[in-house]
């Protein structure tokens, strides 16, 4: 798709992202009681982290493909 590139005063193609990954399935669960256990707690936090890691992840692509300011 082409796109008006404001500096050039054109239209240009853009580039495409580096493919990322889906996002892996969840592991926690909704916890048992009132307060959750350690292990409910560390997988929440496990879950956490790889969403963070791919939200990173696609950030960078953005940023490489020059479709987000670094």
Known sequence: MTYLNPAAGAAR???QT?????AGAATSV???GANPT???YDALRTDYLALRTKVNALLAALRTSGQ???
């Open 18 to 22: 580096a493919a990322v990954a889906d």
């Open 13 to 15: 193609e853009g580039k």
């Open 68 to 70: 987000l300011a670094p």
């Open 30 to 32: 909704a916890a048992a």
């Open 38 to 40: 350690k292990a409910e």
